[in-house]
Each structure stands twice: as structure tokens, then as C-alpha cells.
């Protein structure tokens, strides 16, 4: 490849530069495409009016010049909001859809990307980058330029985890060619106004929803509210997604050419590369950012042809790995097969955890006299009645229980049967005193807080594939933040026992056949939040993986019984496996 073509920029003023000239042919080609737009469309409707309006004639020097005024007057107000509106919001309108958040630098992995990144803003001479992380499995990346012209670099939970350090800097340097060629600036500025009008198509859409024989069994259908309003927008999105697809098709070589510069290291990129393609990697809910992606989704389906060429953003694959394998000395296959070496070295040297019927039988029995002790303890506590609307007595209930049922509030009337009292919940200062706490985001019960929900250990602070978790030493509970679960899917650290993998089986099949259920499937014992003294309420794990797990919705805590967290790890492994296609690992040999 020539090396003018690949050249990073002398400075970042140059970028600067190139950035205004980028964003004045942006707006020229808006501002032309509003006029036609525009001026069709009223000039259809004013010609119209001759049917009703002999006299009036459109193209008379008395009527053209002031319809020509009014229709560039209009076509430049509309295209400097459109223009304008993007340049503010595109970027934090696309992190917001695709659920980006800060690094944390606590986090081993995090740190290693933002580590990577300062790097890379210091190999390619620019003043400032900002990083980005995506809570998601797959394998992924992008780059944006906001408001301020600071450029950002964006990956996923799922690159960070399989990806080494080298492919680390490569994925990083990418997005980074990227920036200084232009691209990003060029595609946020884009993808920022394509979002105007989809957002604009959805706002003429109202969804119809049907019902089968039973509840669940739903179908919903979009249907256009204004017609003119979306099909306008369907043809700006349209013509605007043509206009990306013509200049994303070099951009990505150009980008690979300028990667290998910074990272010096081609086969890295091409490992990633690889990789991202084969997990199939889909982010948000729309095609709309798909110019942005390291790779595109369903990548797998992109060839060679003249229609692939018109309407696809990326090159194939194979084409962009043919070119970094030779830069190499190795062919697609050698690449593939070092892959695999990698991936099974990696994979066995994997610690492997067990089961809780692993642990031994006295530790079973240790694990159960507790559980049994702590659930006493707890009935204990279970001294509140509460009056329902047909003024009957439910209950009895633990403090915690009671403030978090549907029916409470500080005026219904409750009963104390171990003080044998009676009156409204507020009369009572253990409810008032739980209510203040609440509100405070502090814990209930200060005797319950940290403590096991199953056998009222203290819990101990600990590393899980990096994150930080809280786990029940005795019981092997672990309590987890909701946001933290996609880190944990991503990050494949641990072997499993035969044990796990058999219990995790029978799960599989109750996901397949929903009238096989595994015992574990059955009716669990309500608990109290170890955090804030709330009830835990018990539900699936996700619409998809129908396991019972304990949720704060207060705290945004999950708590996993034993054995729970990792049968949902085999589960999402086994899900991303079926979802690569098996055979996918031969794809380009």
C-alpha cells in the first residue's frame, strides 16, 4: 500500500483543519439536499394549485424569486438545526443507546485499556483521548469525536477480556488511524444525523400489539402514523446510509495501514480482527452505528460482490485479513490455527471451581446447620401484620418484608404481635426509623447488614474474574452488582467442574423444555438484602435464562445461592458457542 495514502497527520492543528473543511462539505451537501428536497416537494404542491388557481403561475418572475428566497431561507434553517443538533448530541446520543460508561480504574482490565490508550494518544501526537467501555460479551470497537473535537476511543467488555495486551494496542491504534484520517469525525457527524431521522421514522410509528390464546403469547407490528413524516425520513436515512456506505469502504484499509504504524504489530490485528468476526458482534439496537464498528455485524455474510460493494460498510473480512497476514509472512490459515493454540493453552490453564457437592460432606452439614439456625433467627423477626383491602390480617412478616409489599404505605394499618399493638404503620417508630434509612440508602437492621442471607455469615470482599464481589465463605453465596454481570460473562477465567457442567445440563434443557424443570427451578425462601434489610424478590435471571435468583432492585444487587452464578457462565458460554455457528472456527481456511 502506498505510503502517502497511509502518512498520520504532522500535528493535531492539521487534524483541526481537516475537521472544518470536513464539517463544511457536510453541511454544503445538507443544505443541497434540504433545497431539492424541499423545493420538489412545494413546488409539487404549488404547481397543484393550478388546478384550483388558473392565474396562479409558479415560474413568473412575480411568484419564483420569492419562492426560491423562501425555499433556501427555509432549506438553510433546517439543515443549520439538523447540523448543529448532531454536532451536540450525536455523541452522547450514541453512548447513551450503546450503554457506555468510564473505565474504572480499579478494575484490572480497564486499567489495561486505559493504560493502552495513553499510550497510543502519545504515539500519535494527540493531546487528549477519552475511553469508553460497552457492557456487553461481544467483541467490538469504535471511535467518536463530540462537541469539544476530543476524540474518543470505545470498546467492549467482550474485547477486553479476549483480547491480549498486542491486540489491545492494535484495537486502540485502529480506532486511532481512524481518528487522525478523519473518518470518525466525519462517520459521528453522519451517524449523529442518520439518528435525527430514525428518530424521527419512530416518532411516526405507533406499534400495534396482538395476543394469542394465552397472555404470552404476544406479536407486535409498526405501523406509520404520518406517512409523509416517515417516508420523508425513510428517504433522508436512506440517501444518508448510501452516502456512508461509499466512503466506509477504503476507510477501513486505510485504517488497518495507519494501525500497524502506531502498534507495529499486524498479526495482532489481524487475531482481533478475526475474532470480533467470528463472535458475530452485534451492539444496540440498530444498523444505524454500524459504520463505527471494528466490525460490522453479521460480518460473516459479506463477500466480494457488486451488490456487497454498494451496501455494506466494511470490506470482508477475509479481504482485510489476507492484507495484514501477508504484511506477516503467515497465511489466513496459520492465523486461524495459532488462534486455536492460543485459545486451548488458555483454556487449560484455567483454575478450575467446583460445586457445592464438591466441598465435602462435613462442610454440607456445616452449611446446613447454619442455614437452619439463621432461618430460625429469622422467624423470629417476623412479627408484623399488615390489613389488606378486604380488612383481613396477612403476615406475619419481617420488618423489611412489610415496607416492601405492594400494599404498604405509612397510613395502612399494621400490628406489632410480639408488643401486641395496633395502628397506623407510621405510629410506629421501628417503621418510621426503617422508612428514614431507606430514604437514606442506609441498611435497616444494622445486626443483618453484610451478613448472608442463607446462614448470616459475615461476607467477605473478593476478586471474581476481576470484579469486585462479595461472597459467603461458608455457603459460597456471592453477592454481585447488576452492572458488573456482563464483566463477569465476558471474562473466562475459571474452568468448571464435570459436576457444575452436569448441573448446568439440566438447566440447558429446562431452557429447552420448559416442562422439565431442574429441583432447583422450585419455590425459594424469601430472604432480607445484606445490603439495605429489604426483601430480595425472587426472579428469573432473564427472560432468557429462566434461573430464580435473588434481586434487590433497591440495592441493583443480585444474590447468587451456591453454584448459581457459574451455572449461568456455562449457560452464556454454551449460548455464545451455538451462537459462532460451531463451524465458524473453519470459516476462512
Not at 452439614?365 to 437452619?372: M, P
Request: hydrophobic share 40%.
Amino acid at each position: 500500500m502506498d505510503k502517502s495514502t497511509t502518512q498520520i497527520p504532522i500535528s493535531y492543528w492539521e487534524i483541526q483543519k481537516k475537521q472544518r473543511k470536513v464539517s463544511a462539505l457536510l453541511f454544503l451537501l445538507l443544505l443541497i439536499f434540504y433545497l431539492l428536497t424541499i423545493g420538489l416537494i412545494s413546488a409539487a404542491v404549488l404547481l397543484s394549485l393550478r388546478l384550483f388557481l388558473p392565474a396562479f403561475k409558479l415560474f413568473s418572475s412575480i411568484y419564483f424569486y420569492k419562492y426560491t428566497a423562501a425555499v433556501f431561507l427555509l432549506s438553510a434553517v433546517i439543515a443549520m438545526i439538523n447540523f448543529f443538533q448532531a454536532r451536540k448530541d450525536g455523541v452522547n446520543y450514541i453512548l447513551t443507546n450503546l450503554r457506555a460508561y468510564p473505565p474504572d480504574p480499579q478494575d484490572r482490565y480497564h486499567l489495561s485499556f486505559l493504560n493502552v490508550v495513553d499510550e497510543m494518544r502519545i504515539s500519535s501526537g494527540l493531546p487528549q483521548i477519552k475511553a469508553y467501555v460497552i457492557p456487553t460479551v461481544n467483541i467490538n470497537s469504535l471511535s467518536l469525536i463530540d462537541k469539544d473535537n476530543i476524540p474518543t476511543v470505545v470498546v467492549t467488555e467482550g474485547l477486553l477480556a479476549e483480547a491480549s495486551r498486542d491486540e489491545l494496542q492494535a484495537v486502540v491504534a485502529h480506532e486511532v488511524a481512524h481518528i487522525l484520517k478523519g473518518d470518525t469525525f466525519l462517520l459521528t457527524l453522519i451517524c449523529s444525523i442518520s439518528a435525527f431521522y430514525e428518530k424521527l421514522m419512530e416518532s411516526s410509528e405507533k406499534e400495534r400489539e396482538s395476543y394469542g390464546a394465552d397472555v404470552l403469547t404476544r406479536s407486535s407490528r409498526k405501523e406509520a402514523r404520518y406517512p409523509l413524516i416517515y417516508l420523508t425520513g425513510l428517504l433522508s436515512y436512506l440517501l444518508i446510509h448510501f452516502f456512508i456506505t461509499i466512503i466506509s469502504q477504503n476507510r477501513e484499509f486505510l485504517a488497518d495501514a495507519t494501525a500497524v504504524e502506531l502498534s507495529r504489530n499486524p498479526l495482532a490485528l489481524a487475531r482481533i480482527i478475526y475474532k470480533a468476526q467470528i463472535a458475530n458482534s452485534y451492539l444496540g439496537d440498530s444498523t444505524l452505528f454500524t459504520p463505527l464498528f471494528l466490525v460490522p455485524p453479521d460480518s460473516r455474510d459479506i463477500t466480494e460482490t457488486t451488490w456487497s460493494k454498494l451496501f455494506n460498510t466494511h470490506p470482508p473480512v477475509r479481504k482485510r485479513l489476507k492484507v495484514l497476514t501477508e504484511m506477516s509472512h503467515i497465511t489466513i490459515k496459520e492465523l486461524i490455527e495459532g488462534i486455536r493454540a492460543q485459545e486451548e493453552i488458555r483454556k487449560n490453564t484455567r483454575p478450575e471451581i467446583k460445586s457445592i457437592e464438591e466441598l465435602g460432606r462435613e462442610r454440607r452439614e456445616l452449611i446446613k446447620n447454619l442455614q437452619e439456625r439463621a432461618t430460625q433467627n429469622l422467624d423470629k423477626e417476623k412479627i408484623w401484620l399488615i390489613k389488606n383491602a378486604q380488612g383481613k390480617w396477612e403476615g406475619p412478616y419481617t420488618l423489611g418484608a412489610l415496607i416492601t409489599l405492594p400494599l404498604f404505605t405509612p397510613a395502612i394499618r399494621v400490628k406489632n404481635v410480639q408488643e401486641n399493638q395496633e395502628g397506623r404503620a407510621r405510629e410506629f417508630p421501628q417503621v418510621r426509623f426503617a422508612l428514614y434509612n431507606q430514604l437514606k440508602n442506609q441498611p435497616i437492621s444494622q445486626d443483618l447488614f453484610n451478613k448472608c442471607p442463607l446462614c448470616q455469615s459475615v461476607l467477605i470482599e473478593s476478586l471474581y474474574e476481576g470484579v469486585r464481589i462479595k461472597t459467603c465463605q461458608i455457603c459460597q453465596g456471592r453477592l454481585v452488582r447488576m452492572d458488573d454481570l456482563e464483566k463477569i460473562f465476558a471474562r473466562k477465567e475459571l474452568n468448571f467442574s464435570e459436576k457444575l457442567k452436569a448441573k448446568a445440563k439440566l438447566y440447558w434443557e429446562a431452557i429447552l423444555n420448559p416442562g422439565k424443570k431442574p429441583s432447583a427451578l422450585f419455590p425459594k425462601k424469601l430472604l432480607l438484602c445484606p445490603e439495605c434489610g429489604l426483601q430480595l424478590t425472587v426472579k428469573p435471571f432473564s427472560y432468557y435464562y429462566l434461573i430464580p435468583v435473588y434481586k434487590c432492585y433497591h440495592c441493583q444487587l443480585i444474590w447468587f445461592e451456591a453454584d448459581e452464578l457459574e451455572i449461568l457462565q456455562i449457560l452464556v458460554e454454551k449460548q455464545e458457542e451455538i451462537n459462532s455457528g460451531g463451524e465458524t472456527c473453519n470459516f476462512f481456511v
